[in-house]
């Protein structure tokens, strides 16, 4: 499997997290929901939510 370009990450946690906050929704049907969009693998995508969160706090 191809790495995950750099860019393409931090678009998709912003989207995540962007969802989030605008929809109310929660960090799994964020992930689901933005990783659809983008191709991306949900829980990929809510591990790199979790690096992003960390590295913020």
Known sequence: ????????KE???NSVLERM???GVNVSRAC???????GLNANT?????AERRRETT
């Open 1 to 8: 499997m191809p790495a995950i370009p750099m860019e393409l």
């Open 11 to 13: 678009r998709a946690v």
């Open 21 to 23: 906050q605008r929809d």
């Open 32 to 38: 689901r929901d933005v990783g659809d969009e983008l």
């Open 45 to 49: 995508l809510r591990k790199l939510v």
